[in-house]
Structures are given as C-alpha cells and as structure tokens.
C-alpha cells in the first residue's frame, strides 16, 4: 500500500457538527469518512471486480494504523465479499499470525477464495525483511 499524504488535500475540508456548524475536518475524520464509504460501497455481497478494487478497499480499511494489523478479506466463488475480518494486531514494525486461525476461519465462513493482508504502519509498501 502506497503512503498516504494529507498534505495534498484542500485545506477547506469541512464536516459539520453535532450543532450543524461547519468545522475543518482532521485527518481522523477524514479517514474515517472513507473507511463509511468503502463499507457502504462493499457491503456484503458487493464482488471485487480487480485488484484495484481490492487495493482501493484495503488502502481504506488499514489506514491510519498506528500498529500492523493482519486482515482477511472472505470471498464466495463470485469473488463477492463475504466478510473483512482483522485476525491479528501487533506492534509497529511486526504481527504475529497464525495460519491454522485463518484457515479455521476460511471454513467457518465456507470460502471460496481468501485475499490476505497486512498493513505498513510507516507508510512504507515495499515489503520488509519479515514479509520476504
């Protein structure tokens, strides 16, 4: 997953509070209204067409962690989602998984297909010594 920037956002982001005000939106929220809309756009049974759709969905859900999180991504035969789950959750730089828990898992949710996947708290997507 490539590095996100804020940076490069408009600086007149705006979100409207509880009191109808308009205030500049954080990057918190900012990412948070992305994760609301990757998960209306792939609710259950939506199907990932590409790999593009399946990095713009991953880009969404695993951003702004500040520790590596290991997550899966069940499919049916359609490649429609079943289910997002994150399995695991470590440390900044590492995460401990467990093959057989994934696997118990495909087979719970009868799984045609799994995408799996884990994020780079650094922002950094070139695999590390611990992925290879």
């Known amino acids: 997953m490539s590095q996100l920037s804020f940076s490069s956002f ?3 982001l705006m979100v409207r509070d509880a009191q109808g005000h308009y205030l500049l939106a954080t990057a918190d929220q900012i990412l948070e209204a992305a994760r609301q809309a990757i998960e209306h756009k792939m609710q259950r049974g939506a199907s990932f067409s590409s790999p593009a759709a399946v990095k ?3 880009r969404a859900k695993l951003a702004g962690f500040e520790h590596e999180v290991f997550a899966v991504l069940f499919l049916d035969t359609q ?3 079943i289910e997002y ?3 695991f959750r470590g440390t900044i730089d590492s995460a401990e998984v467990h093959p057989r828990e ?5 087979l719970r949710q009868n799984a045609a297909a799994v995408i799996i996947s884990h ?4 922002g950094n997507p070139e695999p590390s010594s611990a992925d290879k």
């Open 79 to 81: 490649h429609r989602l």
């Open 56 to 58: 713009e969905y991953l």
């Open 119 to 122: 994020n780079h708290p650094s």
């Open 10 to 12: 408009d600086a007149s």
């Open 102 to 106: 994934v696997v118990k898992a495909a």
């Open 85 to 87: 789950a994150e399995m």
